[in-house]
């Protein structure tokens, strides 16, 4: 059993879960390594272990460290042994616990407890989800005799920590906060001014009143007026929009109400009211903030027929300035919020059979004035890092100023050749029943290629083959790797290993591509997510509406296998018409990740070779094998361009050699030799490790920059290297897009896809429209020897696929 530790009483009281290993061995809380952690982190927020309280919640050590041994998790687990606490159900040495815990409470007075964990947060708040209610001001709802209610706030537990290294900053984050709440034991909450449920005569007033106030701003230094918007959506209409004008107030209009089916207001009053959100919220001396406003916009575009005035979102504000963080409103608020407390469940779990809707309406003005709060966080937090970060606020204009050509794109959406689309179903339907058949006719019996029991099953007990672990899971698997080694294993198993494969091929491009679901005026639409990676390309799924898929990564078909083995798959592309009139084009830049490699790490052998217009790995295979006639069409020019590729990027011999499928001696001695061959290229991989050592963080031409919170280990230093080209070629083509959407209206964007731009334009306009294109894209990257990367163009009267 643990004893607890420190000062009684103590301003801050410190509660861990249960004891680990070493902490049973000394008797102490927090003394293994997961306490030498904490104490380090309480430092890193200016706090002294000296001066807090320290327990657990639980006095003895789960069997095997597991806490559902003494936690039931699920209802099977309750036995007749178990007793509700906290609505849950415990063993009575939990609930023993807990009442000692109480006494340490009374007699420790503490304003603030930081509840490392789970088993601490559920303990004294009742709450379980450490990830959703971190950083949260909570108040202990124990039944203690004390004349106040101690602070909680819920930090993820140290072992965690040490387990999840990014979280490390986070964590701290939270205990600056405990160390702030520390001082003072009231809870301090927002003093909100709501408005929910107004008539006529206050939404009228109000939004008035925001119009008037507009009207006098943004003359002799009076700056424009800031609002806030939040949309809720329900049976894909809009509920209710909330507008904030600070960080208190905000007013919430509904459209839907569940008391009222035919709709909030008389038609009459919505269609003024409609009128004047529209005068305000487009208003030139408004700037509307929001978050994630892609999606919110989607549904002003289709049911109010305009789009407010953004000018910032909070989630491009913090994905350009930390991209591999969260970017939800709920981790923002954690953040940035002074006294922030997770709401976000309010929203989920609401259910018009359980809830009022005042509660929904309310949820949806916290969102709004969280937003609003955020914002102004975001732009102190900005301000800040720019005086070390010089390029910043260029970076986050840019990343906002995306949002406008983006959603041209999403809201135009593609046309979708119906007839060809049905035809090319049919077809695939019918290759997907030909190699069913042939498994059942192979084996006897008809197996689910979906199932991975029924796949276990076929591999590892009917056909005896010694199970293959996946790397993810470290778990017998059936996935592609896993069959692929099987294969390797007994060649015997290799046609029905290519009938899975090819089943699960042709499986992806009917369900996925084929029969995605269209809008309600038959194109093809999806969400484009600005904020979607670390390297500032873009994510997509399918709209707010749920119709469509992801563009960015349909297929163009073409065969699949090698040798009598080859799988004709369609090309999904040709399913994606230009419109009448118009002209399809596809643009790629050449060799672009290449050529930024060669520009950072100043290979002027590479850049001559791209200059002159070479293939630099058809030339560097030339001269290894000291062979002149040598092409890309030759078999070892896969390969070898898989291993110089893999080798920019920090590959190593072991790595590529697996995945090449050669020897690692062979693999070694090719990269020493193109390491001989480019010495500045090692050079280069060497500055940016010091460079990851030194700042944690690596900088692209464009000034846009790649924090690292992990442990620098593992892959660190092969992600940083990549992340180079990948970020700065889709920070050129992102511009590209910006370029044509604001100097060419005649030229449509349509897709994004990662490192090129696929669109249309009216046909009439021919190659003068292509010239346009062309020279938008070519955009100098501004390296002190400029480089300009190679525009290709490809075009096509019919479809996307039949650019050429």
Known sequence: MTRPTGPCPAKIMI??????????RTGQPFSGYAGVEMNKMLQDAKLMRSACFITNVVRTRPPGGDITNFIAAKKSDVTPQHVKVQDRFVLPNIRNDMELLKREIEMCRPNVIIAFGNVSLWALTGKWGITSWRGSVLECNLDLALDYKPKVIPVYHPALVLRNWSWRPIAVHDLKRAATQSQFPAIIRPEYNFILRPDYATAETVLRQLINEADRRGVRDVPVLKLSVDIETRAGHIACIGIAWSKKD?????????????????????????????????????????QNFAYDMQYFNRWMLYHPRLVRDTMLGQHS?????????????????????????????WDPKKHDEDSYWQYNCKDAVITYEVDEAEQIAAAGLSQSWPKLHSVIDFQNKLFWPVLDTMNKGIRVDTAGRAKMAMHLMEEIAKREQWLIDTLGFPVNIKSPKQMQELFYEILKQKPVMGRSSGAPSCDDESLRKLCEREPLLRPIVRKISELRSLGVFLSTFVKAPLDVDGRLRCSYNIAGTETYRFASKKNAFGSGLNLQNVPAGGESGDGDEVLDLPNVRSMFLADPGKTFFDIDLDSADLRVVAWEAEIDEMKAMLAEGKKVYVEVMKEYYKNPNMTKHDKEYKLFKGLCHGTNYLGSGRGLAERLGLGVHEVEVIQKWYFGKFPRLQKWHNELKDQVLKRRMVENIFGYRQYFFDRIEGTIFNQAVAWIPQSTVGCLINRAYVNI??????????????????????????????????????????YADPCIIPVGIKTSNRSWGDCG
């Not at 896809?753 to 190659?767: I, P």
């Open 321 to 349: 300035m930390f991209s591999n963080m969260q970017k939800g409103l709920d981790f923002l608020s954690s953040m940035y919020c002074e006294h922030h407390e997770y709401w976000k469940d309010e929203g989920k779990e």
């Open 250 to 290: 905000a007013i919430c209009i509904p459209l839907m109400c569940v008391e009222r089916p035919e709709g909030y207001w008389a038609e009459e009053e919505e269609f003024q009211l409609t009128l004047l959100l529209k005068r305000l919220l487009t208003h030139f001396r408004v700037e509307v903030v929001g």
């Open 15 to 24: 509660l861990g879960e249960y004891p680990g290993e070493e902490e049973v």
């Open 741 to 782: 959407h604001e100097n060419h209206k005649d030229i449509e964007i349509l897709l994004q896809v990662h490192d090129s731009l696929a669109g249309q334009f009216d046909t009439h306009l021919g190659d003068d429209a292509i010239r346009r294109i062309v020279a938008s894209a070519e955009i100098a990257l501004p």
